[in-house]
T-cell receptor
Framework: EAGVAQSPRYKIIEKRQSVAFWCNPISGHATLYWYQQILGQGPKLLIQ????????DSQLPKDRFSAERLKGVDSTLKIQPAKLEDSAVYLCASSLQRLTDTQYFGPGTRLTVL | GENVEQHPSTLSVQEGDSAVIKCTYSDSASNYFPWYKQELGKRPQLIIDIRSNVGEKKDQRIAVTLNKTAKHFSLHITETQPEDSAVYFCAAKYNFNKFYFGSGTKLNVKP
């Protein structure tokens, strides 16, 4: 079974620039999560999708972050404009359906904002 | 609000010794508690999980215990090996399949 795919793996930008990350979940997985993991901390949920609908985005800084999952499959997370404190690893995870617990993580995108 | 506290933040043990990592959660409605292992630069990998209708679960050298009354759960690794060295995260599932993660424990197993 193919795992969760993410790209790019690494990204370096200057503050105030824009950046976008892509995630392709495991085939058939209805629930998709985006997490932010700052160095030395646990993953923090940014947004959760069930198919193409948003279940929870309470911790997403909506003034600069946006995410979409238009066809209920792959997803993009965008930051515009980026700040220094956005430097982190952005992890995508998926699970089969909302009531099935196991999450599978992608390799992450390491973002450095200079 | 919901949160998960994890202790210790770092743990150093001698190879062959046991390691214990503890987490507490705030929402008594939480019913699923996974543990992840994350090696440097890699994705978190699920190593064991426990549901609220079970008090203990074992998988070879790894075990997890859950105390619902006290709202805490623990990871136990016996006969530690150098390849167990990694950062371990606990998590608790809240409403709508939302997960909160602990801050992580860096385990160092000394040969």
């Amino acid at each position: 079974e193919a795992g969760v795919a993410q790209s790019p793996r690494y990204k370096i930008i200057e503050k105030r620039q824009s950046v976008a990350f892509w995630c392709n979940p495991i085939s058939g997985h209805a629930t998709l999560y985006w997490y932010q993991q700052i160095l030395g901390q646990g993953p923090k949920l940014l947004i959760q999708f069930q198919n193409n609908g948003v279940v929870d985005d309470s911790q997403l800084p909506k003034d600069r972050f946006s995410a979409e999952r238009l066809k209920g499959v792959d997803s993009t997370l965008k930051i515009q404009p980026a700040k220094l404190e956005d430097s982190a690893v952005y992890l995508c995870a998926s699970s089969l359906q909302r009531l099935t617990d196991t999450q599978y993580f992608g390799p992450g995108t390491r973002l450095t904002v200079l | 609000g919901e949160n998960v506290e994890q202790h210790p933040s770092t743990l150093s043990v001698q190879e062959g010794d046991s390691a214990v990592i503890k987490c507490t959660y705030s929402d008594s409605a939480s019913n699923y508690f996974p543990w992840y292992k994350q090696e440097l630069g890699k994705r978190p990998q699920l190593i064991i999980d426990i549901r609220s209708n079970v008090g203990e679960k074992k998988d070879q050298r790894i075990a997890v215990t859950l105390n619902k009354t006290a709202k805490h759960f623990s990871l136990h690794i016996t006969e530690t090996q150098p390849e167990d060295s990694a950062v371990y995260f606990c998590a608790a599932k809240y409403n709508f399949n939302k997960f909160y993660f602990g801050s992580g424990t860096k385990l160092n197993v000394k040969p």
